[in-house]
């Protein structure tokens, strides 16, 4: 990275006191919620929608997201963008499909929904699985990542570096709640897309503009989609498989999905996402295609990668001068800082409400509010304590405990949108589907490490793209809950009432201005992701 001089260092300073004072207003405009569950962990549900939709924004793109998807545009083009663009559907989906039913419930979080349209036991196993997820992998990578960052682009020990982002993160969003949580990924995301557009634009310069950059890649990098045979991104899997994820992801994860739960109203909640989705346009451009422009340079000589994760540092080190490079290492501290701040809210939100309150349910309001902000300071020492186990983890096998997520997210996905959208699937096909689905997706990840020593169908069991497997196990999934479901006796209407199309009143747009202003972005934005997929495909580049 090289040494960052006064002005970097000035940028830096710049930026923690901004944050750090965004926090504390946030903190103290909201003194008289403070006290009171939904002021704390849900803003007052008064958030309006530009701050939603940066958060979601924000709190999406971890310092080793952007890192990881700069390496990825210089080993393997622009494929990976793939999934960034089409994060923009599946935030639609959460915005017309999920939020009326999330808003109207009323819910403070995703296992309180499955509780009341399914039953009890759903909200357990939805809440636990997620509080182990986000404590060994969101939170521990997290954490991990601050370290690396603040090693490599700032020259200070790993530690120490994780300490003070974890101090930093933590002392805020213990006191300031999801408020201070929303308002501070608000700057991140300013700042976090002003360092990437500068990255970006001063590497297409160097690189001698689009159409240079595009000539030198050539199609193979600037394409999207992948052939049948391509063994990391065929098209199948990224168009049939890559869905079930996102929708899991955006539309029923706590991590994403609270920031929806604290709008003002549903339409506010619907502005956060549509704006969410442009901004998830973003990504391919001004963090995939830096990868690619160092790729370009690469093969020119003038620029040398020992490993393609550098592309980022080393863009930063060679082309940007003072004060720039500190605007963008100060984006890398957001989207770390937005990231680990996100996750920490979000999971003490579940233990508070998901657990404590489940095992003390005549907990006062001041109370639940302490037991949140003790639960944060928890995960923050867990965070801690976990960092120096992850060296004795392989590197395979810590991509694969990674990978976990993609494999206990298809029962979910099919629980949720098959409970909206059909009143008869009932508690006993969901847990049904959830726990088949869970003990073959565990069983998936155990055969991935044993592969090697496996023949015949178990060897193809482990082996296949793990997107394809993603979407047969959602489909099993679906069969299980509607099969199982249908010999058992249905929910009666009233205990569905609000949470299925068939038990609701009716979810209609309003016929006010804004309501239509909302389908027309949703066109527009509908229509920037299909110009895109024709852009870097290969009908367009021959």
Known sequence: MGQLNGLDWGVIVLYFGVVFGVAVWAALTNRKQRDNSAGYFLAGRNVGWFVIGASMFASNIGSEHLVG????GASTGVVLGQFEVQASLAILVLGWLFVPFYVKSGVFTMPEFLERRYSPAARWYLAVVSIISYVLTKISVTIYAGGVVFTALMGIEFWTGAIIVVLATGIYTVFGGLRAVLYTDMIQALVLIGGSVAVTVIGLNEAGGWSTLCEEAGPGMMSMWRPFSDPDFPWTAVLLGAPILGLWYWCTDQFIVQRVLSAKNEEEARRG???????????????????????VLVQRGSMELSRPDEALPVLIARLLPAGMRGLVVAGLLAALMSSLSSVFNSCSTLITWDV???LRP???EHHLVVVGQVSTVVLVVLGLAWIPFMRFISGELYTYLQSVQSYIAPPITAVFLLGIFWKRVNAHGALAALFTGF????????????????????????????LHFALFLFLLCCAILVIVSLLTRPAPDSQLAGLTFATTEGVELRKGLWSRTSL????????????????????NLG
Do not use: D
């Not at 996402?273 to 790729?295: D, H, N, R, S």
């Open 520 to 539: 027309a972005l949703t066109l527009i934005l509908f229509g920037i992701v299909c110009a895109v997929w024709y852009y870097f495909s290969p009908l």
């Open 273 to 295: 996402t549509i704006f969410a989705g442009f901004l998830k346009q973003l990504p391919l451009f001004i963090f995939v295609i830096p990868g690619v422009i160092a790729f």
């Open 362 to 364: 005549n907990a006062s």
């Open 356 to 358: 404590y309150r489940k």
């Open 439 to 466: 003990v073959l997706g565990m069983g998936r990840l155990v055969a991935e490490l044993m592969r090697h020593s496996l023949t015949g169908w178990l060897h193809t069991f482990a082996t296949i793209h793990f």
């Open 69 to 72: 998807l700069a390496g990825a």
